[in-house]
């Protein structure tokens, strides 16, 4: 099976404007889950969707969004930039437990 | 407040040895729990999980133990190899339909020396 794929891997936008990201899951995954990585503060959990449904919610101001399609690809959004909003942001899809990560996409905001 | 600990930054081992990483967790509802392998650029790589309903679990060169009265795991690498060198995250989840969401904790970065 072929893995977790995000696009784009890199992006560049300045304070201030809006982004998408894209995550294509496993096949058969419904699950899928959103993470930020900075060097302050690691890992940390945005939302998962499962059935087109947002399940879970972490502790992200209303900018960060997402959504998930009928075929389980999801995306997410982040409005109105901040210098701050510079991460790696990874997807995870799974179908129990266990998730699965794609290479993800490293945001700067200049 | 940070729910899940690694209270080690770094671990340097020689080749062949046993690497062995630590995590520590504060919340009790927590009921399964993850190690992942980290290059840089990369995202992170299942490697081993447990619930717990267990103790321990083995895959190939690879052990979690789980100790729950002291909210502690272990991450056991037998033998450690050049190539196990990484940053290596414990994750935690609590359950039901929070499968989804997975705690992390800082990461330990893996040096194994030829």
């Known amino acids: 099976k072929a893995g977790v794929t995000q696009t784009p891997r890199y992006l560049i936008k300045t304070r201030g404007q809006q982004v998408t990201l894209s995550c294509s899951p496993i096949s058969g995954h419904r699950s899928v889950s959103w993470y930020q990585q900075t060097p302050g503060q690691g890992l940390q959990f945005l939302f998962e969707y499962f059935s087109e449904t947002q399940r879970n919610k972490g502790n992200f101001p209303g900018r960060f969004s997402g959504r998930q399609f009928s075929n389980s690809r999801s995306e997410m959004n982040v409005s109105t930039l901040e210098l701050g909003d510079s991460a790696l942001y990874l997807c995870?899809?799974?179908?129990?437990?266990?998730?699965?990560f794609g290479p993800g996409t490293r945001l700067t905001v200049l | 407040d940070q729910q899940v600990k690694q209270n080690s930054p770094s671990l340097s081992v020689q080749e062949g040895r046993i690497s062995i990483l630590n995590c520590d967790y504060t919340n009790s509802m927590f009921d399964y729990f993850l190690w992942y392998k980290k290059y840089p650029a990369e995202g992170p790589t299942f490697l081993i999980s447990i619930s717990s309903i267990k103790d321990k679990n083995e895959d190939g060169r690879f052990t979690v133990f789980l100790n729950k009265s002291a909210k502690h795991l272990s991450l056991h690498i037998v033998p450690s190899q050049p190539g196990d060198s990484a940053v290596y995250f414990c994750a935690a989840s609590d359950g039901g339909t929070s499968y989804g969401k997975l705690t992390f904790g800082q990461g330990t970065i893996l040096t194994v020396h030829p």
């Open positions: 995870a899809s799974s179908d129990v437990i266990e998730q699965f």
